[in-house]
């Protein structure tokens, strides 16, 4: 509870250092600083809640927002930068999909002199100068979340061997892979854990319910002990099927998940999952910030995270601040 506490505090702090009171700088002319977006689609509720919280602090700033929506298809990103560079927009935000392939457009847009804003997901570049900034979660330090929370729980039933399904975020997407690494990290050397399976899920709620049915059919209720599933998308449709089941055994099974969505809040709360490690959507009041600063000849920091926590099964769940997006 400490860490999901002192996020609420560390929030409100970002909030105030971005400035998404609503004051912001308004030179009277922001109108006509237009801000190129390029959101990946609208997997799961937390893309909703970041789109919606991109067009908010856009409106709030009064800047442009031309947005695009690439549905899933990197292609589709690439095209939308692309139409962004000739349309010469102030400065382009973009959530990489995946982190690999973007050398290219993003050569061509500093060619042209547009900053770029990674918002979300990094890219993996030899060339660190082909954007800005980054601002967005931390998923490795999520993932190691995610791994000391399963410690902590396994010392406290006193657990001799964990056996663990993986349900995975969209395949070489940095969420994905960092979430992995971190939780590895943790849990990788300790004797009482084994990985028994990972699935792309690729943070669809319906891939989800599929993943659990195929995890179900390999290895019955009685062969998992844990899921770590990347988003709560997955989770909640992972849920579904395990309730479905009308199995004691099933209820045992130990499921952390990622993100923090009010549906996965009240779960927890219920006694339906065991760990939430949150994941914040509402990036947009920095990235608005990042781009006034831009315009004004402001440096950025290269990586910006905002602080992070995780609620859980041995936490106060009645505190107020114990609440979903
Ligand atoms: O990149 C952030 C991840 O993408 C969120 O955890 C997930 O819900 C989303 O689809």
């Given at each position: 509870m400490r860490k999901g506490i002192a996020l609420c505090v560390a929030l409100?702090?970002?909030?105030?250092?971005?400035?998404?009171?609503?004051?912001?700088?308004?030179?009277?002319?922001?109108?006509?600083?237009?801000?190129?977006?390029?959101?990946?689609?609208?997997?799961?509720?937390?893309?909703?809640?970041?789109?919606?919280?991109?067009?908010?602090?856009?409106?709030?700033?009064?800047?442009?927002?031309?947005?695009?929506?690439?549905?899933?298809?990197?292609?589709?990103?690439?095209?939308?930068?692309?139409?962004?560079?000739?349309?010469?927009?102030?400065?382009?935000?973009?959530?990489?999909?995946?982190?690999?392939?973007?050398?290219?457009?993003?050569?061509?847009?500093?060619?042209?002199?547009?900053?770029?804003?990674?918002?979300?997901?990094?890219?993996?570049?030899?060339?660190?100068?082909?954007?800005?900034?980054?601002?967005?979660?931390?998923?490795?330090?999520?993932?190691?979340?995610?791994?000391?929370y399963l410690v902590r729980k396994a010392d406290a039933i006193g657990a001799e061997h964990l056996r663990i399904a993986e349900i995975c975020g969209t395949t070489d997407s940095t969420p994905m892979r960092d979430r992995q690494r971190g939780f590895m990290d943790v849990i990788g050397k300790d004797q009482r854990f084994e990985i028994v399976d990972s699935v792309d899920g690729d943070f669809l709620r319906s891939k989800g319910e599929e993943c659990m049915r195929e995890l179900l059919q390999k290895y019955g209720t009685d062969g998992i002990d844990v899921i770590y599933s990347h988003n709560d998308s997955m989770t909640l449709g992972a849920l579904d099927v395990l309730e479905s089941l009308n199995n004691p055994a099933a209820k045992d099974i130990i499921l952390i998940t990622v993100d923090g969505e009010k549906e996965a809040v009240e779960a927890l709360k219920a006694g339906r999952l065991n760990c939430v490690v949150q994941c914040t959507p509402h990036l947009g009041p920095a990235v608005m910030k990042m781009v006034g600063d831009l315009k004004a000849g402001r440096e950025l920091a290269k990586v910006n995270h905002p602080e992070e926590g995780y609620f859980s099964d041995f936490d106060d769940l009645t505190d107020p601040r114990v609440e979903g997006f």
């Amino acid at each position: 509870m400490r860490k999901g506490i002192a996020l609420c505090v560390a929030l409100a702090l970002l909030l105030a250092l971005t400035g998404c009171t609503g004051k912001q700088e308004s030179t009277g002319d922001n109108a006509s600083i237009v801000v190129g977006f390029s959101q990946l689609g609208a997997e799961s509720s937390w893309r909703i809640a970041n789109t919606v919280s991109m067009e908010q602090a856009a409106k709030e700033y009064g800047f442009s927002l031309m947005m695009e929506n690439a549905n899933q298809k990197q292609e589709k990103q690439i095209d939308a930068i692309r139409s962004f560079i000739a349309y010469r927009v102030d400065v382009i935000v973009f959530s990489p999909i995946v982190e690999t392939g973007w050398d290219n457009v993003l050569t061509e847009a500093k060619q042209a002199g547009i900053p770029v804003i990674l918002m979300d997901r990094m890219i993996a570049t030899q060339n660190d100068s082909l954007y800005t900034a980054y601002v967005g979660a931390d998923f490795y330090a999520e993932g190691r979340r995610a791994g000391e929370y399963l410690v902590r729980k396994a010392d406290a039933i006193g657990a001799e061997h964990l056996r663990i399904a993986e349900i995975c975020g969209t395949t070489d997407s940095t969420p994905m892979r960092d979430r992995q690494r971190g939780f590895m990290d943790v849990i990788g050397k300790d004797q009482r854990f084994e990985i028994v399976d990972s699935v792309d899920g690729d943070f669809l709620r319906s891939k989800g319910e599929e993943c659990m049915r195929e995890l179900l059919q390999k290895y019955g209720t009685d062969g998992i002990d844990v899921i770590y599933s990347h988003n709560d998308s997955m989770t909640l449709g992972a849920l579904d099927v395990l309730e479905s089941l009308n199995n004691p055994a099933a209820k045992d099974i130990i499921l952390i998940t990622v993100d923090g969505e009010k549906e996965a809040v009240e779960a927890l709360k219920a006694g339906r999952l065991n760990c939430v490690v949150q994941c914040t959507p509402h990036l947009g009041p920095a990235v608005m910030k990042m781009v006034g600063d831009l315009k004004a000849g402001r440096e950025l920091a290269k990586v910006n995270h905002p602080e992070e926590g995780y609620f859980s099964d041995f936490d106060d769940l009645t505190d107020p601040r114990v609440e979903g997006f």
